[in-house]
């Protein structure tokens, strides 16, 4: 059974979180859908919106936006009028639990998950229907979370109450002072106007630089003359003077370093690492190695772009300096508006994978590319199908399935298969969603390394160090978003602002330091930057 209800509500399929103003909302819901599951349970819907993740309580439809807060000052909350509400009977049934996380992993075959009791007696979720969350300091930037619960239900009365459509406003408890301009960086700026939904209004706060920010390159004492050619390299393409750091400590040394380069008047934007045995920290939410900890400077947040060029030898990074060149020279060459893809049918949710995949190939489809398709992995031949796609020339790889390190298991395509591939004038950007392929100490090489290193492969990967859960979904659904929007262009700015909308989408303290990006993070993406010279 599916229920639609549109009685309630304007003849459309989606709801609106939107800003009308600096510190203004307009919420609107036109569509919700109830769908009969089995037995007694409902799942209740709304298109495009995700829903709460709780482990055995109500699986509701949640909005969430990242808004800049006008200032700093005070307490804030969010202030709700003109609220249009709708009561609705669950017909004596319950709204289906939650799985919360589970493993990419997981081989479970049944989906069901025990109630929690106590959120299915009384008003569940016991919280606002519109809430602000905790405000925090990303960089430049003074934040919060926006959310909106549009369905609450009470199992006890057999209802729901369903928000039609409110005013937000976001109000402190002291008086707005005087703000001036700020000079942002340039990627930062665009990572800033993707993420939050109302920078639009801060158009004269938010100055955009004309230049791109300081990198600071962290070597190994090996890597000395390759750390200098990147450097070479960065001032001739951006204009912009580097810092030479040789990495003969430990992370906290590098991690000092970094917070003394941010904290100088002309500031820090990116971090290279070159080497895989420069120092790392380890995730505290994960035990496993960290770059993206680096980064986070003021919390949770990352608040310079870091990527690391991994390899063992001379050769290893003088081929992942030559692949950048290469890639920079061909910018517009018409692979590069090409996607080809790899999914793993999960045997808990045999159907959510994939449609991940059919928006992410939609929306590249959107964006002009000639070819966006994916396979699923049980398909004969989906290996050689995909790596077929990739000597041939693709611009992104998507993937979503089981790693092993050294590997992507569905289907088999291992650290021997991508040294083998010969794509060495066509790299491509993968966008990734398996485990431990990140993980650059605990295998050597590691798969993310491999495609890399290898004179074929890929320009650019983020990869999950240890094993991970369904989080990575949600950094795989905001990618090709952030892509579509246009805003970031280089590779570093394009994961980080995937992972800060997968972080505002569904928390998950282990999603950002579960990642290492492994590229040049300055790199212009071919299919949305201009021609570039280059080095040769």
């Known amino acids: 059974m599916k229920l639609s209800v549109f009685g309630l509500f304007a003849a459309t399929s989606e709801a609106k979180l939107q800003a009308v103003g600096p510190a203004q909302f307009k919420f609107e819901l036109f569509d919700i859908e109830v769908h009969h599951v089995e037995g007694e349970f409902v799942s209740i819907a709304v298109p495009d919106a995700p829903v709460l993740r709780f482990k055995g309580e109500p699986a509701l439809p949640v909005f969430r936006e990242a808004v800049i807060l006008p200032h700093e000052l005070g307490e804030w909350t969010a202030k709700v009028t003109n609220i249009q509400t709708s009561l609705m009977s ?18 479970e075959v049944n989906g069901q998950t025990n109630m929690t009791a106590s959120a299915y007696h009384g008003q569940y979720p016991k919280v606002e229907q519109v809430l602000l969350e905790e405000p925090y300091q990303w960089r430049d930037v003074h934040g919060a979370v926006l959310q909106v619960l549009p369905v609450s239900v009470d199992h006890d009365a057999g209802t729901m109450q369903v928000l039609k459509s409110c005013n937000i406003e976001l109000v402190s408890t002291k008086p707005a002072p005087v703000v001036a301009p700020k000079v942002v960086d340039p990627d930062f700026h665009g990572v800033y106007s993707s993420v939050y939904s109302n920078f639009e209004y801060f158009a004269d706060r938010f100055v955009r630089d004309v230049k791109m920010g300081r990198t600071l390159i962290v070597h190994e004492p090996q890597f000395k003359r390759h750390a200098q050619d990147y450097a070479d390299f960065v001032k001739q393409q951006w204009s912009q003077d580097s810092i030479l750091f040789e990495a ?28 895989r045995n420069v120092p790392t920290p380890t995730g505290s939410a994960t035990g496993a190695e960290c770059d993206n900890c680096y980064a986070q400077l003021n919390g949770e947040t990352l608040d310079v772009f870091v990527g690391r060029l991994s390899g063992a030898s001379a050769d290893d990074i003088d081929t992942q ?28 949710d045999p159907t959510g994978y994939e449609q991940l995949f059919k928006d992410m190939t939609n929306t590249f489809g959107q964006m002009g590319f000639s070819q966006h398709e994916y396979v699923m992995s049980d398909t004969a031949g989906a290996a050689q199908t995909a790596l077929q796609n990739m000597d041939d020339g693709v611009g992104v790889f998507g993937y979503i399935g089981h790693g092993s390190g050294t590997a992507w298991n569905t289907p088999s395509m291992d650290v021997q298969d991508v040294q083998s591939l010969t794509n060495t004038k066509k790299h491509f950007i993968s966008l990734d969603c398996s485990c431990d392929n990140g993980g650059f100490q605990s295998h050597s090489p590691s798969l993310a390394e491999a495609l890399l290193t290898s004179k074929g492969g890929a320009v650019a990967t983020m990869m999950s160090a240890p094993t991970i859960d369904t989080c990575c979904l949600d950094y795989l659904r905001a990618a090709p978003q952030v892509l579509a929007e246009g805003k970031v262009t280089r590779m570093g700015p394009m994961y980080v602002a995937s992972l800060a909308k997968a972080q505002v989408a569904a928390p998950d303290r282990a999603r950002t330091q579960s990642y290492n990006v492994f590229a040049d993070p300055a790199l212009p993406i071919a299919f949305l930057s201009a021609p570039a010279s280059v080095l040769v």
């Open 90 to 107: 669950l017909d004596g049934r319950k709204v289906t639990p939650s799985m919360g996380a589970v493993p990419v992993c997981s081989t």
């Open 248 to 275: 003969s400590g430990s992370s906290d040394t590098i991690q000092s370093t970094i917070k003394q380069h941010y904290s100088e008047d002309l500031g820090l934007s990116y971090v290279v690492i070159i080497g």
């Open 321 to 348: 300096l030559s692949k950048f060149k290469t890639y920079l020279s061909l910018s517009k060459d018409a692979y590069n508006e090409k996607m080809h893809g790899s999914c793993y049918p999960a045997p808990w």
